[in-house]
Antibody
Framework: QLQLQESGPGLVKPSETLSLTCNVSGGSIFSSSYYWGWIRQTPGKGLEWIGNVYYSGSSDYNPSLKSRVTLSVDMSKNQFSLRLTSVTAADTAVYYC???????????WGQGAMVTVSS | DIQMTQSPSTLSASVGDRVTITCRASQSIASWLAWYQQKPGKAPKLLLYKASTLESGVPSRFSGSGSGTEFTLTISSLQPDDFATYYCQQYNSSPFTFGPGTKVD
């Protein structure tokens, strides 16, 4: 069955860029039926949707992060990625990648990647 | 942004109890609502979508209802595996937003 796995640095310095990749296995990212999303979770703000990206590369971002976020897809590697620039301690969170069907919830999730922003 | 609220924030219950959690949206989201269950250290798990449609593999003791701005998640007979935190999420319009969660302990 479809599985998602996040990877990337667990520690990022303030003002630098957070980069995470989600590897998709057991299925193809090339699907017109699904969006590929990122969600983060902090004790203070709970679950926060960061954005979704479609296999074509079109994307939709949370306006609260839009100026700092880029989502992209690499179909050759069956992966999608998150870049978050100019990070601060407020970006410390568990970051999840997930799949969302059209008019559907997020039905497949990665295990989550803890990212700490600290010098 | 559409704000989601949940009540109660914490619910104390026993095995066999009927449990009801309420989720409210700040504006109408039709039926575009999902419910998730999350256990400590784990990713959320989709339970229901479109307010009342059970995700494949989810036990039938879970049910959902509502439309517009008020929704409920009901567990008909609480099982030991159901002690967890439950979140609602609207996907009617971007940015998609989650409720703050209800912990069932």
């Amino acid at each position: 069955q479809l599985q998602l796995q996040e990877s990337g640095p667990g520690l990022v310095k303030p003002s630098e860029t957070l980069s995470l990749t989600c590897n998709v296995s057991g299925g193809s990212i090339f699907s017109s039926s699904y969006y590929w999303g990122w969600i983060r979770q902090t004790p203070g703000k709970g679950l926060e949707w960061i954005g979704n990206v479609y296999y074509s590369g079109s994307s939709d971002y949370n306006p609260s992060l839009k100026s700092r976020v880029t989502l992209s897809v690499d179909m050759s590697k069956n992966q999608f990625s998150l870049r978050l620039t100019s990070v601060t301690a407020a970006d410390t969170a568990v970051y999840y990648c997930a799949r969302q069907g059209y008019h559907y919830g997020f039905d497949v999730w990665g295990q989550g990647a803890m990212v700490t922003v600290s010098s | 942004d559409i704000q989601m609220t949940q009540s109660p924030s914490t619910l104390s219950a026993s095995v066999g109890d009927r449990v009801t959690i309420t989720c409210r949206a700040s504006q109408s989201i039709a039926s575009w609502l999902a419910w998730y269950q999350q256990k400590p250290g784990k990713a959320p798990k989709l339970l229901l979508y479109k307010a009342s449609t059970l995700e494949s593999g989810v036990p039938s003791r879970f049910s959902g209802s509502g439309s517009g701005t008020e929704f409920t998640l009901t567990i008909s007979s609480l099982q030991p595996d159901d002690f967890a935190t439950y979140y609602c999420q609207q996907y009617n319009s971007s940015p998609f937003t989650f409720g703050p969660g209800t912990k069932v302990d």
